[in-house]
């Protein structure tokens, strides 16, 4: 590697200046843009070296986040620079499937004296000169409770004498001029800049959801929920102080914004056994009587002349923009059931709505920003398709990037990311083991809100007939889903080092094992099968989640489903190790059951989307937990497995999985309500629910009995969700 202090390079017809990032060609200066002039440099002064794809998005890209794909680009940008034909590599070589090596040879020239270069004219002035220089920072990575610093105007001072005609005079001055209206006018204007941030957690009870942030910045709403039901929960930014700003309901309460004046909330309740509490509603943000509206949930502009809302249709989803008294309709896009929209957003000029978007593509799953004008212009794609997930994405106010809530493949945590338009670059705002979503910032970008999730979750054994539960030393945080062998042993996944992988241990907590590797993807959602011998799991391994069986000791990995329009969610395979009984999405609604026969036929068990569900031992009975259409109460429903006639069904608003006990005589069953978690058994014959135990302080996540029906496990833990306020530097 050539001496990294060294100035000058000279390569044929070009001369790199590595103190003033100058490239010259011909004595004469190229046009090379910064992020190419350090590529460029880093290949120079690796001269004859082969560097690898990571190697080179290290050394120019320095730790931010981009696709492979912008390298070569760049690569490509670099060539056309360098005036190399597409079928010459005079300077660049590629080595196919290591990187990329400068063949071209080097001359390393020691530091000259700088020269000065006058034409002849008739006229000198001397000009004493203060030279106002605007730098870039490095971006700096931090760890949790801090903000990674991103680029950064900076000014320096400093005087210098030079000998300059007229018109280079004349020049400087009108440069000047350009960059001080330019400095002064942007100084006026907010932008979110990394350099500086403050960060601050709003809450700390642990019980905060779903933050949004007022458009004045005064105030934050949040979803909260305690023994007595749901709420939305007001707090002042200033002063911290909160009040409950909606009345507590027993149901689901989503889809809030407060209008562009700061002066109301907007909300939605679902799924309220009182049908008169179910709707869309208004609020007084400073006290009053919920308003019943008559508009479908919605997202008000800015400037208060529109609203987009969603409108449900056979084949997909269509994205609306009406008036505010729902005139003027206009269908700004159409996204059948390929898409999912994971967040819905106004530009800040209320020229164009934002969504960020989820893809089906054969084999895989993309996720993607695209801009909807709302008249005239066709959609502009803004960040470009990509295997990591993109949740939440909003404007910066002067719309030269986007906040972007982020999950890498393979991750459990979502991180937020800051996205430039101008150069598709990625860099990372929050770099922790938490878990962020939900961005929302006020009109002028001052204050950004995001809320925050950690969690913590253990594995818990009892005996069937005393229920004295006791924790095993297994596991971590975010286990999902626990199950039996039949030897007695537990599997279940669990996420370490912010992947998930599925593990087997003694029931005593000893001979821990993971069976995964960690590249399957999230929501693996692992089943022993029906014998107890096998692990039926959901992997992405192939692109799209489908169902993969594997041994106990992590061989014989085979897949069992093979879709390119259907997605699982979660799996049973019976015990003939070939048929299996699905959850699935891809085909009409989400959540539906399906049954794969041993040849490999595909039978619809259920037409509505189910929550919970579970094959009885003798695998002829098939109990689900779905909402009635009429009551949108929870009911529990019991049928046989060949044949879709309703035997039983029960009233249950039945909170996570639902399990067949042993005997096949009843079904055990969550319900959770603030922090209290309680387990029932309902008769298939019928009668009440019975419980079986109760919980405070923490929340059941998941449970199964072991084979013998002597003994039940659980994972049981907390979730903590509060909410963050990040007030950018100026």
């Excluded at 320096?156 to 400087?172: E, H, P, Q, Y």
């Excluded at 008169?276 to 008000?300: C, D, T, W």
């Excluded at 910066?396 to 459990?412: A, T, Y």
């Excluded at 800051?418 to 970008?445: A, I, K, P």
Aim: hydrophobic share 35%; glycine share 8%; charged share 25%.
């Amino acid at each position: 590697m050539k001496d990294g202090t060294t100035r000058f390079f000279e390569f044929g017809e070009f001369r790199l200046d590595a103190r003033k990032r100058l490239l010259l060609k011909n004595g004469e200066n190229a046009q090379i843009s910064p992020r190419i002039f350090d590529l460029l440099l880093v290949l120079v002064q690796n001269e004859g070296e082969i560097l690898s794809h990571d190697d080179l998005l290290d050394k120019v890209w320095d730790g931010a986040f981009v696709e492979q794909s912008n390298l070569k680009k760049s690569i490509s940008a670099l060539r056309h620079i360098l005036g190399e034909h597409p079928d010459q590599r005079l300077y660049v070589q590629t080595v196919p499937r290591r990187g990329y090596s400068f063949v071209a040879p080097v001359r390393a020239v020691g530091d000259e004296p700088e020269a000065v270069y006058l034409r002849e004219t008739h006229t000198e002035i001397i000009v004493e000169e203060i030279e106002e220089s605007y730098e870039i920072e490095a971006a700096k990575t931090v760890t949790l409770g801090e903000i990674s610093t991103a680029p950064q105007l900076r000014r320096s001072t400093a005087f210098r004498r030079k000998t300059l005609v007229i018109g280079a005079a004349v020049a400087l001055v009108l440069v000047l001029s350009g960059i001080a209206v330019w400095f002064f006018r942007d100084r006026g204007r907010a932008k979110f800049s990394f350099d500086g941030v403050k960060i601050s957690r709003l809450t700390s009870f642990g019980n905060a959801d779903g933050a949004l942030i007022s458009p004045d910045g005064k105030y934050i709403i949040f979803a909260s929920s305690d023994e007595n039901g749901a709420s939305l929960m007001l707090q002042q930014v200033l002063t911290g102080q909160s009040a409950r700003l909606t009345p507590p309901v027993k149901a689901s309460i989503y889809f809030y914004n407060f209008t562009p004046d700061s002066q109301y909330v907007e909300y939605s309740i679902d799924n309220s056994p009182d049908a008169s509490q179910n709707g869309y509603f208004r609020i007084a943000l400073l006290g009053g009587s919920p308003e019943r509206l008559s508009s479908s949930p919605r997202v008000i502009a800015p400037d208060n002349t529109h609203a987009v809302f969603n409108r449900a249709k056979e084949e997909g989803v269509q994205v609306i923009v009406a008036n505010l008294d729902g005139s003027d309709e206009r269908v700004i896009a159409t996204l059948n059931s390929e898409y999912r929209i994971w967040s819905t957003k106004w530009s800040p000029d209320s020229t164009g709505v934002l969504l960020a978007l989820r893809k089906l593509v054969p084999g895989n799953i993309v996720h993607y920003v695209v801009e909807y004008p709302i008249k005239g212009s066709p959609e502009r794609i803004v960040v470009p398709e990509m295997e990591k997930q993109i949740t939440s994405a909003i404007w910066l106010p002067d719309k030269s990037g986007l906040l972007l809530c982020l999950r890498e493949v393979n991750s459990e945590a979502r991180q937020i990311w800051q996205y430039t338009l101008s150069n598709g670059q990625f860099q990372r705002v929050t770099n922790d083991n938490s878990s962020y979503s939900f961005l929302s910032s006020s009109d002028d970008g001052k204050s950004v809100v995001t809320s925050v999730h950690d969690g913590f979750s253990k594995i818990w054994i009892a005996d069937a007939d005393k229920m004295d539960f006791h924790s095993i030393k297994a596991g971590a945080n975010g286990i999902d889903r626990v199950g039996w062998t039949a030897d007695g042993r537990i599997i279940f996944s669990a996420v370490v080092n912010k992947v998930e992988s599925i593990f087997v241990v003694d029931a005593g907590g000893s001979n821990q094992r993971q069976i995964t590797k960690g590249d399957d993807g999230l929501w693996l959602a692992p089943s022993v099968s029906s014998d107890g011998r096998s692990i039926l799991y959901a992997s992405t391994r192939t692109g799209r989640k489908q169902l993969w069986r594997v041994d106990m000791d992590g061989q014989n990995l085979a897949y069992l489903t093979n879709f390119n329009d259907l997605q699982t969610i979660r799996g049973k395979l019976l015990s003939d190790n070939q048929s299996v009984i699905f959850q699935g999405y891809g085909r009409g609604p989400s959540g539906l059951l399906y049954f794969q026969h041993a040849d490999g036929s595909l039978t619809n068990l259920t037409d509505k989307d189910v929550d919970y569900w579970d094959i009885s031992p003798d695998e002829k009975m098939l109990a689900y937990v779905a909402r009635d259409p009429d009551s949108r109460r929870g009911k529990l429903f019991i049928r046989r497995l060949d044949d879709s006639k309703i035997l039983q069904s029960f009233d249950a608003e039945i909170s996570r999985e639902t399990h067949w006990t042993r005997d096949g005589k009843t079904v055990t069953y969550v319900v959770n309500a603030g922090d209290q978690s309680e387990i029932y058994n309902q008769s298939v014959s019928g009668g009440q629910p019975k419980l079986l135990a109760r919980f405070s302080g923490e929340r059941i996540y998941w449970f199964d009995w072991s084979m013998d029906g002597k003994k039940l496990a659980i994972a049981k833990g907390k979730d903590i969700n509060d909410i963050v306020l990040m007030s950018p530097g100026q």
